[in-house]
């Protein structure tokens, strides 16, 4: 998982039909991308039969100590 | 002592009305007072609203000398972060975009404490659609800090801190997407509780994030707190994600002994890069919690840093997707950080937000192995005291975001987890600036927290202070 370009943050946005100028995507690229590269360890590492809805299971499950 | 009846905390205040020690006129009266003091140096609050509030004020006491109290916030006068909805009422979320916004509903917890009685004094000032945690606002100006009036309130809930802490309301909803209670209840002073993700009901609350959003009160006790998600909590049929089920008794907890308890230190990530003087006050807060029973035992956590880029993504994409018609419509009518932050989750894939999506799951079970053996877990709220305004106000230049990230470093990760979290007044530096911590509890376990937070505020008066 890596950080999107200002060129690959542009052709997102006007995808999402909204227009951001070179200097926007630039700013867009480097406040986005500490994300990227803190989320790549588990990016792409997720098992298959893993939903969403797991966390309400975890969230509901009874915990002690 | 002062008799000003402002300075008295909610608990305290609610019983004096009831018991007819006090009306709710004067107690309404003493804030109104206050506030016209302190809004021209804090920027606390939206509006102010002083003849309905006294107007509401006297049909409480009417109702009361007739034997008819509405509940158990009788008479009682508060102010609201402004992004509750209150049918009939101006909302203005702190934006430009909803100025004139009037609400046709009324939101589920504001119904709540209503319906216990209390009176509507105006509402607070925040960060524009709740998307900061400075306090900064370029449409109605900063908050500033009771306690040091260059320095900043924190955000988004930073009229909801400034107020609190000046007592110029004896509480106020906040709301917590990735820090938004625990912040201003750190840097000013008060005590803040992040509510358990479908702890209390969102509708009828501006949203953000649909999959981070949390209700809850900022005041100035963990006992003030308890009574209050006492009051709001439970299910909602206008929320789905409101859970059923008993709703605990908060305030009896507040009443038991730490003794025996458990309560954990992280070895990383929350202690790493602290001030000094956030480092000092946390050991002296393990003390304190020694002192008063507790064992305190180092805990090792899951990495973070991981929690936080999770979170990050999740609330870009969530925050874009809930602003995308204004993006497209109305661009020019929002501040510089926030037009910038919405664009954030224009950059983010479906599947990179569905991957932090389903890690959620995993994740807390992951937190729940590791806390297995303590009650709770004890951290900083923020690696730093207030910063100052001047220092803080980064719009959108290319900085803005590392400030940004800064400061809600240790708030983020317990918001992905969906856990809740009580911030606590823990401390001054020695320039005078308030310091909090927060517990970190399981989930819906807020009476855990709420019950150490108690204690810890028996054993301290931290939370009386009131800036002069």
Redesign the interface.
Known sequence: ?TR?TPK??KA??DV???A?DAE?AT??????G??????A????T?PFD???????????AK??? | MSTEPALLSLTAVAQAIAQKRLSSREVTQSCLDRIAAWQPRLNAFMAIEAEAALAAADAADAALSKGKPRGPLHGVPLAHKDMYYDAGHVVTCGSNIRRDFVATTTSTALQRLKDAGTVRLGTLQMVEFAYGPTGHNSHYGAVHNPFALDHITGGSSSGSGSAVAARLTFAALGSDTGGSIRMPAHFCGVTGLKT???RISRAGAMPLSQSLDTVGPLARTSEDCALLIGLMAGTDPADPTA?AGPVPDYTAATRQSIEGL?IGVPTAFYVDDLDAEVARILDETLAVLKREGAHVVPVELP?Q??L???C??VL?VEAAAYH?RW??ER?ADYGPQVL??L??G????GV?Y?????????A??AF?AAV????AVIAPVAPVPAPTIAESDVG?S?D???VI?RLTRFTRPINYL?LPSLAIPAGFTSGGLPVGMQLIG???DEAMLLRIGAAFQRATDFHDRVPQ
Request: proline share 8%; net charge neutral.
């Open positions: 998982m999107p690959e943050i997102m946005a999402a039909g909204i951001v926007a700013r867009i690229a480097n406040s986005i500490p994300a990227f590269e803190g989320f360890p588990v990016a792409g997720l893993l939903e969403p809805a797991t966390f309400l299971l975890i969230q509901s915990v002690s100590k | 358990t993700y479908g859970i458990t990495d840093r991981q936080t880029a999770a990050q993504l870009a995308k993006l497209i661009p910038m932050r664009q954030n224009l950059a983010i894939p990179s569905l991957e932090a999506m389903r890690w959620r799951g995993p807390l079970a729940n297995a053996d303590v009650d959108n290319p803005a975001e590392s990230q969906g399981r989930s819906f």
